[in-house]
């Protein structure tokens, strides 16, 4: 190979790995407006917002082994104390929005994925995956490969959904059913 051709094809490469990488790419499953009417279709829900302290923020981590990233909880609550509470966590590298149903025991009734923004491990959108969530609350804390299966390939998104599950579900224990 020439020193030239060599010289033209090593610049080529270069910039097609700094450019041709740079994209995210995003897709959204569900609305909240969508997920609202799937996870509680028949039930009339009042938006909320709660700003936890410090000692909330720490109380929930120690009792979920879940970082407490943010201070603000949001999503919607019916009058008779059904809950779905709009979440994000990091997949691999990119946040994944989430929608929790929680009953007024606090037992996941639903997940929905509302936008993954991972180049892969979407595979969590899965209803049967997605579907081992149902029924838990803090009774236990919930592991990958242990209560919850992971799925290879998406490993980093299983794991941490299954932690903002923990922390969802602690969240309400500590905080949330006494509003």
């Known amino acids: 190979m020439k020193r030239r051709d060599f010289n033209q094809k090593s610049v080529l490469l270069g910039a097609g790995l700094l450019f041709g990488s740079s994209g995210v790419i995003a897709k959204t499953y569900l609305t909240v407006e969508q997920a609202k009417k799937i996870i509680w279709p028949n039930i009339e829900l009042e938006p909320f917002e709660v700003i936890l302290d410090k000692a909330q923020m720490k109380s929930i981590k120690a009792s979920s082994e879940t970082r407490v990233r943010l201070n603000k909880v949001k999503g919607f609550k019916s009058k008779d104390n059904q809950w779905l509470i709009i979440d994000q ?6 946040f994944i929005d989430l929608a929790v149903g929680l009953d007024s025991e606090g037992k996941v009734t639903a997940v929905e994925v509302l936008t993954y923004r991972e180049s892969y491990g979407d595979e969590i959108i899965n209803p049967k995956w997605r579907a081992q969530f149902f029924g838990k609350g803090t009774e236990e804390i919930l592991k990958l490969d242990v209560q919850i299966k992971n799925i290879s390939g998406a490993t980093m998104s299983c794991r941490h959904v299954t932690d903002g599950i923990n922390r969802l579900t602690h969240t309400w224990e500590q905080v949330l059913k006494d509003i």
């Open 89 to 94: 966590v990091v997949g691999k590298h990119e």
